[in-house]
């Protein structure tokens, strides 16, 4: 037993995810991942998980209203109370002034809080409609002149956005 997902994930071929006493997911670390059922699912196998209001979107996908502001789109359908997961690895960051560029579809304002350094890696602390973490190259951060304080622009693919339960 325990409570760090990447250690389960290499300790076992299956891993069984627990909430208040009783499994709520169980499969491959890859499965769960790529298909959490819930947002403790989302959360503990290391997503960004933000909640908001899904109605049906364009093209058979979904629109979510966040709580905070802002709004996500997601290939999933769904609606009502929902949450929206995206991992940060997912998350690009643009200089707050670009204009979008891309397929990204996901564009919200934020403010970097605080930069960690793991390697040739930077883990983004962001401010926005609801707290964000971002994992980008430290050449890109570099490059883009992040601090805290900056304004930036996270975006993200809506095929990279999960909707699952709140």
């Known amino acids: 037993m325990t409570h760090d997902f990447a250690e389960a994930a290499q300790l076992g071929d299956r891993v069984g995810i627990v909430d208040q006493g009783r499994i709520v997911q169980l499969g491959t670390a890859s499965e769960l991942a790529a298909a959490p059922r819930s947002a403790f699912v989302a959360d503990f196998t290391g997503a960004v998980v933000l909640t908001g209001v899904a109605s049906p979107g364009p093209q058979g996908g979904t ?11 997601s290939t999933d359908a769904a609606e009502g109370v929902v949450a929206v997961s995206v991992y940060p690895w997912e998350i690009t960051i643009e200089a707050a002034e670009e204009e979008p560029h891309g397929s990204a ?3 919200l304002a ?6 960690t350094v793991v390697g040739s890696r930077a883990r983004l602390g ?24 900056v304004m930036v622009t996270a975006t993200w693919k809506a095929a990279a956005t999960r909707v699952v339960a709140a």
């Not at 934020?110 to 930069?115: G, H, K, M, N």
């Open 63 to 73: 629109r979510v209203e966040l709580d905070g502001g802002g709004t996500v789109t």
């Open 105 to 107: 579809e996901n564009r």
């Open 110 to 115: 934020a403010e970097v809080l605080s930069i």
């Open 126 to 149: 962001l401010a926005g409609p609801q707290p964000l973490v971002a994992e980008i190259t430290l050449a890109s951060a570099e490059r883009l002149g992040l601090k805290a304080g």
